[in-house]
């Protein structure tokens, strides 16, 4: 067979590979090679995040911080990498404009709002909130993150690192010290050995690609785009994405405990309504979606305060307890109006509707135009329920619950904001299915605060590291989301496995 | 003469704005220029996504005789 040796192999060209990577030569650590599966750069995050998030290099600003992710994940995570991540964080930004890059806007979190306020662009429950948020300035229409990418992959063929593509991760070797290299495999189907000193695996999360292990591990059924054979849940990184958990079996083979994977990052209108890129939307139904009126479970039952409909994360994890993980969004021609003249209650920063024009005509565009069997517009509440799959009794049952609530002006049940209580009396009724939404499912594989691969005692496995989706789920625990604050931990963790290993080189060279 | 770079990240965003201009190779994992793309009279639309790109992967140049 053939050999390649190196002194670093990276798996995954992701922010944490491609991080790690870059500081592992800026640290002067040599030979270091960057496999990935697919023929170029960047991970699920070059079609994602505009902006990342860093707590400030300051002791008040990190221990508030790690107080309030703790409180977050109710300690339900690895806390040692959890901090790890909040004091670390603070060297994106530094590392971000060592690529020649900038940024389009900062906005700082004062210490009182950390974990008690939105964060700049909503849709984050309170405890994401714990550092400034840095919005990457994106060229054109697109994103941020896949400049850094671009720009992190020219620079470590400047310091003289490789990245190979089209070779993806099979096993990896161990010997009685630890892990000494790996299988990979390319394109082709041709094998080869790499023997390394140290391996990385930043494989990322799992996505449209890993539809059956997603259905083992997280009970979500993962669709496509066009919705193909149903479903309840969606990865929107890539137009192809082949994230199909690599890292996490080579791992995992070879004894690294496993992890909770999950991923309910944002609810969507149901697939259909966005396109590949998901910020580039056919029609404001993206904005509708995320208003806080009248959302119910297929039983027909409210089960949130929908108010929490923008804190995206929030709704998505409520969703997740619903039958079927799907649940809809019902309002009337009144409340339709309301959007057209007065305007939405709030706005994602990425759909920034404020006025909806002429709504009807989007939701009949949605219906006839583009054949959406996710948006409905029915002329009574029996035909919305029918077309729509929703318990009918069950509807109507609480549509007349909630009419009355909004009468008296107090949402008894579950504490909605009155000026948000809009009832649901006159046609056209107006509904839209959603779904959960990541990026890529996170988690899978543990690690300790110097990113070390923990086995099932929780020992490190020897010379094994890991960073960025595939390890961030051990942050959150339960709660995983994956939002902003997932590529904050993909920087940070890249970097932190930079340090160990750098360090931990140069220690046994005995400089 | 107009390509895509090797280093395009795939994301779809050209696929989303222009689907008359590029689609989407799935057995070689490539986004790739239909006819309609070369045309002349289609150049300024090129010329925007290839603004528009977020990794300037869009490449168009000019080749001996052209006059753009």
């Known amino acids: 067979m053939r050999i390649k040796n190196v002194n670093v192999a990276i798996f995954g060209s992701g922010l944490a590979g491609l991080t790690a990577a ?48 703790c409180r977050f994940t109710s300690f339900d995570a690895n806390m040692e990498t ?33 974990g008690n306020n939105d ?24 994103h941020g993150a896949a400049l850094i990418c671009l720009r992190a992959a020219q620079k470590i063929r400047k310091l003289g690192g490789e990245i190979i593509f089209n070779t993806a991760l099979q096993e990896l070797l161990t ?38 292990m997603i259905k083992e591990e997280t009970g979500y059924i993962n669709t496509d785009r066009e919705l193909t054979g149903g479903g309840n849940h969606y990865c929107n990184s890539f137009v192809n994405d082949q994230m199909t958990g690599d890292g996490l079996k080579a791992a995992w083979k070879i004894g690294a405990e496993k992890t909770k994977i999950m991923g309910s990052g944002r609810h969507i209108a149901y697939p259909g309504v966005v396109n590949y890129v998901p910020w580039i939307v056919k029609n404001q139904i ?16 409210r089960f949130i305060d929908e108010g929490e409909n923008r804190r995206s994360a929030n709704m998505a994890a409520a969703m997740r307890n619903q039958p079927g993980r799907i649940a809809y969004l019902i309002f009337d021609e009144d409340t339709m109006k309301h959007l057209e003249t007065e305007g939405t209650e709030y706005f994602y920063m990425i759909f920034p509707a404020t006025i909806i024009e002429n709504g009807k005509e989007q939701f009949r ?8 069997k996710q948006v409905f517009m029915e002329d009574s509440l029996e035909a919305l329920a029918k077309k729509a799959g929703i318990d009918k009794t069950g509807l109507l049952e609480t549509v007349d619950r909630y009419n009355q609530l909004c ?13 948000y209580l809009r009832p649901v009396k006159n046609a056209s009724f107006y509904c839209i299915r959603l779904c959960n939404c990541t990026y890529s499912m996170i988690g899978g594989i543990n690690v300790n605060k110097k990113g070390q691969v923990l086995d099932k005692t929780h020992r490190p496995i020897e010379h094994l590291y890991a960073a960025g989706d595939c390890a961030a789920g051990c942050i959150y625990g339960s709660s995983t989301p994956n939002v902003t604050s997932v590529s904050s931990i993909s920087y940070t963790q890249g970097m932190i496995c930079a340090d160990s290993i750098a360090f931990e080189q140069e220690r046994s060279a005995g400089k | 003469m107009i390509k895509i770079a090797d280093y395009c990240i795939r994301c779809g965003l050209c696929i989303d704005l222009h689907p008359e201009l590029f689609e989407y190779d799935f057995e070689k994992d490539e986004i790739i220029l239909k006819p309609e793309a070369f045309k002349e009279e289609r150049l300024d639309e090129m010329k925007s996504m290839a603004k528009d790109c977020a990794v300037a992967a869009i490449v168009i140049t000019k080749t001996e005789g052209e006059n753009n």
């Open chain 1, 175 to 212: 010997d009685e010290h630890g892990v000494t290299g790996a299988i990979v495999k390319e394109k082709s189907g041709e094998t080869y050995q790499v023997n390394a000193n140290d391996v990385i695996i930043a494989t990322g999360g799992l996505g449209n690609a890993a539809k059956e």
């Open chain 1, 286 to 301: 993206s904005t509708i979606m995320e208003q806080p009126y009248l959302i119910v479970n297929s039983y027909g039952e």
């Open chain 1, 365 to 372: 565009e949605m219906i006839e135009k583009y054949g959406s």
């Open chain 1, 22 to 69: 870059v500081t592992l030569l800026e640290k002067g650590v040599k030979a270091v090679a960057v496999f990935e599966k697919r023929p170029f750069q960047g991970g699920a995050v070059s079609n994602t995040p505009m902006c990342t998030m860093a707590v400030k290099n300051d002791r008040k600003y990190q221990d508030k911080a790690f107080k309030e992710h």
């Open chain 1, 407 to 419: 009468d008296n002006g107090y949402d008894e049940d579950f504490g909605k904001e009155s000026k």
């Open chain 1, 119 to 142: 964060a700049y662009t909503g849709g984050f429950p309170f405890g994401m909130n714990l550092g400034d948020y840095y919005i990457l300035k994106a060229r054109g229409k697109g």
């Open chain 1, 82 to 114: 959890a901090r790890a991540w909040i004091m670390n964080s603070w060297r994106i930004p530094g590392f971000i404009k060592r690529l020649g890059l900038d940024f389009e806007m900062e906005v700082e979190t004062l210490l009182e709002e950390i």
